[in-house]
């Protein structure tokens, strides 16, 4: 960590701490606007040809939905009082709001940038990046807008993945899923999409740390890697739990969402929630395929270890996985 990424790394989230304090929709463009300038030097600092397409390509998405939504803001301070004119500013902010954050039908940027990035770097694209266009769509949401989205979002982040042998683009499109279980959430209340928030940053930053560690970019990989069994079991747990399969504790935030999905009659959209994460399982338990097969093709000249610290850290955090269920009935008790 050099003084130079320290610096872009703290006015990112600076950035983000000006848009969701700020009480003006031009104080939220402005942190918009500090965020994307801080996160393009931490994209396009490698000497890597696809790191700085990506970051081309990740100015002109932002910037396009900057433009959008400062043109919007401005016509909602002319036009304020007439209804339908207001309803129309709503989804024209929602939807500058949701390519911001790479979220369907405006998701087709995030796959191709995901792919040119670092896993440091696509662990900000994937969690810190969501927060400030979240909390905007929170302030003023067009419900049926959102309501498309969420369904795109969740079959979409489900059906793209599967036929990705990148496990970045993969993370990518179970991001994009991810997206809509939030979305939801923050239909519901914010208290819920922040606790979901946290749950799946958790889960993404183990991921990303594994990967980052075992320098791996394709599925392949795994493969031809000698593991340790217990950094299998780690990568095993901690995938499972981002599927949301019930004893782990990835679980518990979809239950809740679930459960509130069915108070209010959406029972078509549970049931596409439910089936989507089916498919996620199993492009996740492809990514985890070599973990279930303890005995298989090994290279012998290619060991592959963690320091000890590391890997104290990694099992305390596939621990708080497993312990899923006790834990969520203690937050229901």
């Known amino acids: 960590m050099n003084s130079n990424k320290m610096f872009f790394i703290f006015i990112l989230f600076f950035s983000t701490m000006i848009s969701i304090s700020s009480n003006s929709w031009f104080g939220c463009w402005i942190g918009l606007e ?6 393009i030097p931490l994209i396009s600092k490698s000497n890597n040809l696809l790191a700085s397409e990506a970051a081309l390509k990740y100015f002109l ?20 009082k007439n209804f339908e004119i207001n309803n129309m500013i709503s989804m024209m902010i929602n939807s500058s709001m949701l390519m911001k954050m790479g979220a369907a039908p405006f998701h087709f940027w995030f796959p191709n940038i995901v792919e040119g990035l670092s896993w440091f770097n696509n662990f900000i694209l994937m ?7 979240m909390i905007l769509l929170s302030y003023y949401f067009n419900k049926n807008l959102l309501i498309f ?11 793209g993945g ?10 990518a499109f179970s991001s994009i899923n991810n997206l809509g279980w939030m979305i939801s959430s923050i239909m519901v209340s914010e208290n819920l ?20 560690m075992m320098n791996s970019y394709f599925i392949n990989q795994l493969f031809i ?9 780690s990568l095993l747990v901690n995938f499972l739990s981002l599927g949301g399969l019930p004893p782990f504790i990835g679980f518990f935030p979809k239950w ?15 049931f596409i929630f439910i089936m989507m994460s089916l498919i996620m399982l199993f492009f996740y338990i492809r990514i985890i395929y070599s973990s279930f097969m303890m005995n298989y093709f090994k290279m012998k000249w290619f060991k592959f270890n963690f320091k000890n610290n590391l890997f104290t850290i990694l099992n305390f955090f596939s621990i708080f996985s497993i312990m899923g269920i006790i834990l969520s009935t203690m937050f229901f008790f």
């Open 34 to 39: 500090i965020n994307l300038m801080s996160f």
């Open 61 to 80: 998405t932002q910037s396009i939905a900057s433009i959008n939504f400062l043109f919007y803001i401005i016509m909602k301070m002319i036009l304020f």
């Open 127 to 133: 969690t810190w990046q969501k927060i400030t266009p």
């Open 149 to 159: 989205s969420i369904l795109l979002n969740i079959i979409i982040g489900a059906i």
């Open 162 to 171: 599967l036929n990705q042998t990148s496990l970045r683009k993969m993370m």
């Open 193 to 212: 999409w922040f606790f979901y928030l946290f749950m799946y940053s958790f889960l993404i930053s183990i991921m990303c740390f594994l990967f980052y």
């Open 225 to 233: 890697m000698n593991m340790k069994p217990m950094i299998k079991i």
């Open 256 to 270: 809740i969402i679930i459960n509130f999905l069915m108070m209010n009659n959406f029972y078509l959209m549970t």
